[in-house]
């Protein structure tokens, strides 16, 4: 299942409590279908002391956004965008921008 959503990515929340922000795609997880977005969607865990937080105590997190909620930020152009596949000669695949052509990378 392509996605056309990649990591590194600038994406654009469309819905929920983080609606209108952009940020960049920290993963992507294909079987859950969901993106985990730098600095948006931040819940707080209650975490016990532990190895990686000697600590313990509430941390504070990025939570995933379903990628139905998300789209592409175009370099080129500025805006979100659909994202749209075009074959180059060699089988090459590149995602392009829906509204201003341009390759993706």
Do not use: F, W
């Not at 909620?69 to 829906?98: D, F, P, W, Y």
Request: aromatic share 2%; proline share 2%.
């Amino acid at each position: 299942m392509s996605l056309g959503i990649r990591k590194d990515d600038n994406v654009y929340v469309m819905t929920g409590k983080e609606k209108g922000k952009k940020g960049r795609v920290l993963t992507v997880n294909r079987s859950k279908g969901s993106v985990l977005i730098e600095k948006l969607n931040i819940i707080k865990k209650h975490m016990k002391p532990n190895k990686k937080y000697a600590q313990g105590g509430i941390i504070e997190k990025e939570a995933p956004v379903h990628i139905s909620n998300v789209m592409l930020v175009c370099s080129k152009c500025g805006k979100q965008t659909r994202v749209g596949v075009v074959v180059a000669e060699g089988n090459a695949r590149h995602r392009i921008c829906k509204k201003c052509k341009e390759v993706i990378d």
